[in-house]
T-cell receptor, first 112, second 114 residues
Framework: TQLLEQSPQFLSIQEGENLTVYCNSS?????LQWYRQEPGEGPVLLVT?????EVKKLKRLTFQFGDARKDSSLHITAAQPGDTGLYLC????????????FGRGTSLIVHP | KAGVTQTPRYLIKTRGQQVTLSCSPI?????VSWYQQTPGQGLQFLFE???????NKGNFPGRFSGRQFSNSRSEMNVSTLELGDSALYLC?????????????FGDGTRLSIL
């Protein structure tokens, strides 16, 4: 059983479309992080959300942390081929050192 | 500033062999974590080293081990390789491994077991 469930698992869209991917858990997280991983590379941190209800924007990407800190979403406006990649959410499982648990990711393909 | 460097990038081994993977963290980073990534299980935490000591460990068998040197470079060893060990092994470093510090990942070592 995954502590963090991500949906959808796969997403294939055309350039210019909007999309939202989700990261859900039955557990409360002190923070959640979103990463993007491109083929042949390691994940790159996009954002960390720490406060329930928090919204952060990174250009065309909007991240939201649920009020109860059990879920998060990533919305991409006017997707571009450069957005193609695996989007991973992660959260710490222990209160001390940061040892994240990862969702299995949403694989996004944006066609030109 | 150089990123996290993992060597080798690709490795092919046969069942029963052992393998050692290397990770050089970003300069000044003292925490190094190792992960296994497979299509079926996703990214799973192996262990974390801080100041040459294993601080946290994931749920992997004892065949998976690691160490960290005084310069924070880390190695991971897998003994008695099994087919299921085929995966991308990722290393990540951060300043001290606390939750408010971003982890920086290397590009991984792709290990294939024949």
């Amino acid at each position: 059983t995954q502590l963090l469930e991500q949906s959808p698992q796969f997403l294939s869209i055309q350039e210019g479309e909007n999309l939202t991917v989700y990261c859900n858990s039955s557990s409360v997280f002190s923070s959640l992080q979103w990463y993007r991983q491109e083929p042949g590379e390691g994940p790159v941190l996009l954002v960390t959300v720490v406060t329930g209800g928090e919204v952060k924007k990174l250009k065309r990407l909007t991240f939201q942390f649920g009020d109860a800190r059990k879920d998060s979403s990533l919305h991409i406006t006017a997707a571009q081929p450069g957005d193609t990649g695996l989007y991973l959410c992660a959260g710490p499982v222990r209160g001390g050192s940061y040892i994240p648990t990862f969702g299995r990711g949403t694989s996004l393909i944006v066609h030109p | 500033k150089a990123g996290v460097t993992q060597t080798p990038r690709y490795l092919i081994k046969t069942r029963g062999q052992q393998v050692t993977l290397s990770c050089s963290p970003i300069s000044g980073h003292r925490s190094v974590s190792w992960y296994q990534q497979t299509p079926g299980q996703g990214l799973q935490f192996l262990f974390e080293y801080f100041s040459e000591t294993q601080r946290n460990k994931g749920n992997f068998p004892g065949r998976f081990s690691g160490r960290q040197f005084s310069n924070s470079r880390s190695e991971m060893n897998v003994s008695t390789l099994e087919l299921g060990d085929s995966a991308l092994y990722l290393c990540a470093s951060s300043l001290e491994g606390s939750s408010n510090q971003p982890q920086h990942f290397g590009d991984g070592t792709r290990l294939s077991i024949l």
